[in-house]
């Protein structure tokens, strides 16, 4: 396995993801309209924005695991059955810590 190759990848989904929280972040801050409809629609939009930013903070937290198991060794290892996890896999899903086959029981 590749450990300069994944790294690379999560690092840049990282920044990625900080960048894009950031941006959440700042619309959610942003003054609200005055006009009942407007804001009726801007709080439907809050709600997405907040669904974004829990399940960003979600792959940030899964991110930094998947870089701490790069640091010892286990990244890439099934926490299921101990197999490895497929490169393919991996590169689809970097932060994964189930194989396909434990995935799918």
Same mark, same amino acid.
């Given at each position: 396995?590749? *450990?300069?190759? !994944? %790294? *690379?990848?999560l690092? @840049?989904?990282?920044q990625d993801?900080?960048?894009?929280?950031?941006?959440?972040?700042?619309?959610? =801050?942003?003054? *609200?309209? &005055?006009?009942? /409809?407007?804001r &009726?629609?801007?709080?439907e939009?809050?709600?997405?924005?907040?669904? !974004? @930013?829990?399940?960003? +903070? %979600?792959?940030? $937290? &899964?991110?930094?695991?998947?870089?701490?198991?790069?640091?010892? @060794?286990?990244? =890439?290892?099934?926490?299921?059955? @101990?197999? #490895?996890?497929?490169? &393919? $896999?991996? /590169?689809?899903? #970097? !932060?994964?810590? *189930?194989? +396909?086959?434990?995935?799918?029981?």
């Amino acid at each position: 396995m590749q *450990k300069e190759k !994944f %790294e *690379k990848i999560l690092r @840049g989904r990282l920044q990625d993801l900080n960048r894009r929280l950031h941006l959440v972040d700042s619309d959610l =801050g942003r003054r *609200k309209d &005055a006009d009942d /409809e407007d804001r &009726a629609v801007e709080l439907e939009n809050n709600d997405v924005l907040e669904g !974004f @930013g829990r399940a960003g +903070q %979600e792959e940030v $937290r &899964a991110i930094h695991a998947a870089l701490q198991r790069l640091e010892s @060794g286990t990244f =890439g290892i099934c926490v299921e059955c @101990g197999a #490895p996890i497929s490169e &393919a $896999r991996l /590169e689809a899903v #970097p !932060f994964a810590v *189930k194989c +396909q086959s434990c995935l799918s029981e």
